[in-house]
């Protein structure tokens, strides 16, 4: 069975080659702090392994975490000045392969969706060829090495480019573009959990009920649909909002006492607070993470261009269940 | 009540544009105290979160064929093509861009798309290149708007087609969740279809806006144009 803690390990591979590069970069002002974060990142990977299979204390993680957290707050993460490709680069390798260089690309969609659509279905004996839950995942890592391979046969890069190491050294270069943006979405995910043991869900579900408009069918849409919006920019996820809301008022007002159709009442009041996500720098790996990957001068771009759809769907999706829901229509 | 106080820091910390890494770590022990938590458990969980959202981080796995194909001018021969396309302007194709990532990811074809492995080397490189068959140049105040609606148009267009999808996490999360909480038997296709509408919603409102982007290109390109004029015929 092929299993996607494999392919973390090859994460943690990549950023141990990172922190490697890194130290030698004179480049780079902060080299042996950049080299230290890379370094944990990548251990972290590894070690995560034995966190999940609770063969080892998590603890020790916990430590490591923070001080990545840390070297960063005290700004000892940095990149190196040697940038990516010229112009005169780029347009000799354009020349030369033309749209060939779209292959390498269109491997890896390719490859993600024949593990998608075909390979989950493969079985070898009783047992499945890819781990259940995580064949999508273990699709994309498949589909990188292919890709690598591919790339590499099909544009030899020169011992000068990094030979067979060249993927490396360009991974790199963009790793070091989205820099502490990469564990951003973890981090944020331990806050939800945090949030969650510490009980901050109950307590908004306790504000909420306090604004809740008793025996207004319209009201409670609104508030469902509004309050899995904000809960949503809060805890950056949809799912940390929907239990909560949905126990606040989905339940006990739009089904028992309106007795909405609870598949529209759900699935609507979900993508409410998708609208949410939309708007929310605590959904890093949507929001901040494409602005570092496009070396955006601000992180809050995609937001902007966001948060003008997010608004009106937002009220669509109020008027959906609204009109849908509950027999207003139909 | 007083654990609200962890929201209330990243709210402030966000608004003061503190470093977001620092800021949710901090937020993340301040909580975890208030919440009665010893220290080694607020550890524990920074290491039990964090190994258990590997998932997020795997995109990165992408990086090196991308990185490795853009040495070799990908994104120039990107350009290139859409140069020759006439049709596809900035806003047609990051519609269209949107289209099928809605299409797709509604058959469970998620990683097709993607940030890391889709926007930055083909989809922002070919919307750059239609603005530049247009203008002439691209600025990087253009530059950087088309980035934020290129990334846009991959999210909006993710989000509102995965959850017409069954066997997606949000529907699963649904069924399970009411299922087990109030003994429903929801059928995971009926919260699917219902997804529908909302999806269609988001492909007309924010395809329009995509679309839209070509006139405020247009303008910001018109305000651009006579400063550059200006600045370039400085004798007589």
């Not at chain 1, 707050?73 to 940038?83: I, K, N, W």
Request: glycine share 12%; proline share 5%.
């Amino acid at each position: 069975m092929i299993k996607v803690e494999w392919f973390y390990w090859l994460c943690g591979l990549i950023f141990l080659g990172v922190a490697a590069l890194t130290v030698g970069d004179r480049s780079n002002p902060k080299r042996y702090g950049s080299a230290a974060f890379w370094g944990l990142l990548g251990v972290s990977f590894g070690y995560g392994t034995f966190v999940v299979h609770k063969t080892a204390p998590a603890w020790p993680l916990g430590i490591g975490v923070l001080v990545m957290a840390a070297l960063v707050g005290t700004r000892q993460l940095s990149r190196g000045t040697a940038g990516g490709p010229d112009d005169a680069q780029r347009r000799a390798g354009a020349d030369r392969f033309g749209s060939l260089l779209f292959v390498p690309a269109l491997v890896i969609p390719a490859v993600a969706v024949l593990f998608a659509a075909v390979l989950v279905k493969v079985r070898i004996g009783a047992t499945p060829l890819l781990e259940a839950g995580s064949e999508t995942l273990i699709g994309l890592g498949v589909a990188a090495i292919v890709a690598v391979a591919v790339g590499l046969v099909m544009l030899r890069p020169t011992a000068a480019a990094g030979g067979v190491l060249a993927p490396m050294r360009e991974g790199r270069r963009l790793l070091e573009a989205i820099g502490w943006a990469a564990v951003l979405p973890q981090m944020l995910a331990t806050l939800g959990q945090l949030f969650t043991a510490a009980g901050v869900g109950t307590a908004v579900g306790t504000v909420t009920n306090h604004v809740l408009p008793h025996g207004s069918l319209i009201g409670g849409v609104v508030v469902y649909c509004l309050g899995m919006a904000l809960f949503t920019i809060i805890m950056g996820n949809a799912f940390a909002a929907f239990p909560i809301m949905t126990a606040a008022i989905g339940w006990p007002i739009l089904i028992q006492q309106f007795h909405g159709n609870p598949a529209a009442v759900f699935a609507i009041g979900m993508l409410a607070g998708f609208c949410g996500t939309l708007c929310t720098p605590m959904a890093a790996n949507f929001n901040l993470v494409p602005a570092a990957l496009l070396e955006m001068r601000s992180k809050y771009g995609p937001i902007k261009a966001q948060i003008p759809t997010a608004i009106p769907l937002l009220l669509c999706n109020m008027a959906l269940m609204y009109v849908f829901a509950f027999g207003v229509v139909g | 009540m007083l654990v609200l106080i962890g929201v209330l820091l990243v709210v402030v910390g966000f608004a003061l544009r503190l470093n977001p890494l620092v800021v949710v770590t901090v937020a993340g022990i301040v909580t975890g105290l208030l919440g009665g938590l010893s220290p080694m458990k607020i550890l524990d969980a920074f290491g039990n979160g964090f190994a258990g959202s590997r998932s997020v981080t795997l995109f990165i796995i992408v990086l090196p064929v991308i990185g490795l194909i853009e040495r070799f001018g990908l994104q120039e021969q990107a350009r290139r093509l859409i140069a020759k396309l006439g049709v596809l302007t900035t806003g047609r194709l990051l519609t269209l861009y949107q289209l099928i990532r809605q299409v797709t990811a509604a058959l469970g074809l998620n990683s097709i798309g993607g940030p890391a492995q889709a926007v930055r080397p083909l989809i922002y490189p070919m919307a750059e290149g239609a603005a530049a068959r247009r203008y002439g140049s691209v600025p990087p105040t253009m530059a950087e708007k088309i980035k934020g609606y290129a990334a846009s148009a991959d999210t909006v267009g993710v989000f509102f087609g995965e959850d017409i999808f069954v066997a997606i996490g949000s529907i699963l999360l649904i069924t399970g969740f009411v299922d087990s909480t109030y003994g429903l038997k929801l059928d995971a296709l009926h919260v699917a279809l219902w997804a529908i509408p909302t999806a269609i919603c988001a492909f007309v409102i924010h395809g329009a806006r995509l679309l839209w982007l070509d006139r405020q290109l247009d303008r910001m390109a018109r305000e651009l144009a006579p400063k550059q004029a200006d600045a370039e015929v400085p004798q007589p």
